[in-house]
C-alpha cells in the first residue's frame, strides 16, 4: 500500500520568499506530525495533529512556521519570509495508533539561498 | 522533559563482526524507547521499540535493544553486521503514559560496515 508522501522532494527559495509544504499520510491513520532535520543534528519535533484536536504546536521554532490540516488528511507545513537557518529537511510521519508507531515520508528538502 | 544521548557519532565495523550502537537517555517519567533506521535517500523506518514489556526487545533485520533502567541505557546490538546495514540510526525517546506526543530525537549514529 501507499506509505507517506510529501511534495515537493526538492524547493529552493529565496530568503524573504514564503514555502508550502505538502505531505499526504497514510489512509486511515489519524495522527499526522512534522519534523525538520538540519544537518548535523537530529529531527526535531515541530507540530502534531490528532483527529479533530487543537494541534500541538508547542516544536513551532517561530511564528513564520503554521501548518494546517484539512479534512483529517493532507497537511500543508508553511514557512513564511524564509531565512537561511530554515534549510533543512522537513519530515511528515503519520500513525494510526498514538505517537508510538510513526510511519514517515521521504521528506521535503528545502534550501534558502 | 526527555532527550537521548547518542555517544559515537561514526561507528565503523567489519561484514560479520557485533554491531553495537550506544545510547543514554533521560526521562522524568518511565519512557518509551525507539531506534529508527535512515537508509541513504530513504525514510526513517522503525527498527523496534520499548514500551515497559520485556526490557530485551527484538526489531527487524536481525536488531535488538536491551532496556537498562539502573544504566539508563537502550543500546541497540546485531551479532552479525552486513553491508545492508550501513546507514544512519536514531535513537528516540518519548514520556510514558500520559506523556504526550513529542518524540525527542537523538543525533544520529552513522554505521559503515566495511568488507
Known amino acids: 500500500g501507499a506509505g507517506v508522501s510529501q511534495s515537493p522532494s526538492n524547493k529552493v527559495t529565496e530568503k524573504g520568499k514564503d514555502v508550502e509544504l505538502r505531505c499526504d499520510p497514510i489512509s486511515g491513520h489519524t495522527a499526522l506530525y512534522w519534523y525538520r532535520q538540519s544537518l548535523g543534528q537530529g529531527l526535531e519535533f515541530l507540530i502534531y495533529f490528532q483527529g479533530n484536536s487543537a494541534p500541538d504546536k508547542s516544536g513551532l521554532p517561530s511564528d513564520r512556521f503554521s501548518a494546517e490540516r484539512t479534512g483529517g488528511s493532507v497537511s500543508t507545513l508553511t514557512i513564511q519570509r524564509t531565512q537561511q537557518e530554515d534549510s533543512a529537511v522537513y519530515l511528515c510521519a503519520s500513525s494510526l495508533a498514538g505517537p508510538d508507531t510513526q510511519y514517515f515520508g521521504p521528506g521535503t528538502r528545502l534550501t534558502v539561498l | ?115
Open chain 2, 1 to 115: 522533559a526527555q532527550s537521548v544521548t547518542q555517544l559515537d557519532s561514526h561507528v565503523s565495523v567489519s561484514e560479520g563482526t557485533p554491531v553495537l550502537l550506544r545510547c543514554n537517555y533521560s526521562s522524568s517519567y518511565s519512557p518509551s524507547l525507539f531506534w529508527y533506521v535512515q537508509h541513504p535517500n530513504k525514510g526513517l523506518q522503525l527498527l523496534l521499540k520499548y514500551t515497559s514489556a520485556a526490557t530485551l526487545v527484538k526489531g527487524i533485520n536481525g536488531f535488538e535493544a536491551e532496556f537498562k533502567k539502573s544504566e539508563t541505557s537502550f543500546h541497540l546490538t546485531k551479532p552479525s553486521a552486513h553491508m545492508s546495514d550501513a546507514a544512519e540510526y536514531f535513537c528516540v525517546v518519548r514520556r510514558g503514559a500520559g506523556g504526550g506526543n513529542k518524540l525527542t530525537f537523538g543525533t544520529g549514529t552513522q554505521l559503515k560496515v566495511e568488507l
